[in-house]
């Protein structure tokens, strides 16, 4: 139903005023001068065709009118108040839900989750892995793939690998994701050892299908070209259908897989892997955080990307070389 309401600063005004019986005072604990106040009270009487205070020499007093009016006015102004800070509660309370790429959320944020935690250790944080989250050469997936009611108290937000176009969205791009060749430290002593890109010829080559085959990660064919290698059967050698087990099948010492730079960055850096050759494979993707404009004001949703962007800035200055 239409209400037909005089400003809320009006009234605001006026209940201050008639709790201190001074515009002084109101004006004081409003934050502007008494002539506002007076000015304000002035409008409301105007507009309600009433008079509510009885301006005396040194005191002020509440008409009838005035007294009759003012318990549901400071009603009222508390029902608002609670409702804002109900608003407030329920947004805070809510769930933020992350979306990712399965290998993106293994390799890299969970296992930097617990400094976020320490950051906010309140946040109802819920991690979804999902290949929707990965762009293909067909185009992108659906942004959000699951369906959450953002008027209500839960946020979702989505960290894709692909092109970075995503109308509608607030996009902010975390860093790049070029390819390398990795593998245990192990092979590196092997008989033969694995020295020079040549040596490739007596490795095994993991093959990620994940990623090659749906065109958003290189394949051996890219790598070998680019090496300057020949005589290699660049097809040859265990196939992965998950990122994940290719991964593993390296870290155990099975092959040689091509791996995106970031998300093997800790595992290069704690020994656990090796990248034997200087050899990038560049890629036209990349990883974005993706926010529905509609709640990117949200307190959880600032924060997670407050922190999300400063720790890629840091990844992305600190990517083997």
Known sequence: MPYHLPPLNALRAFEAAARHLSFKNAATELCVTPTAVSHQIKQLEEFLEIVLFRRLTRALELTPQGEAMLPKVREGLECFAAAVENAHERVASGRLIVVLPPSFATRWLVPRLRRFALVEPTLNLHVIRSLQAIDTDQGAATVTPEKVDLRQEDSMVVIRFGSGAYPGFQVDRMFGSDYIAVCSPRLLATDPPLREPQDMRNQVLLHDDANAGGGVGPSWEEWLRLAGVTGVDSSAGPHFSD??????AALDGLG???????????????????????????????????????????PAVQAFRQWLLEEAKSEENHQPH
Not at 243 to 248: E, I, M, N
Not at 277 to 291: D, E, K
């Open 243 to 248: 990122s994940g087990l290719a991964y593993v």
């Open 256 to 298: 040689v897989a091509l791996a995106s730079k970031p998300l093997v960055a800790t595992a290069i850096a704690q020994g656990r892997l090796v990248a034997p050759f200087n050899i990038t494979v560049g890629q036209r993707f990349a990883y974005y955080l993706v926010t529905p404009e509609a709640i990117g004001n949200r």
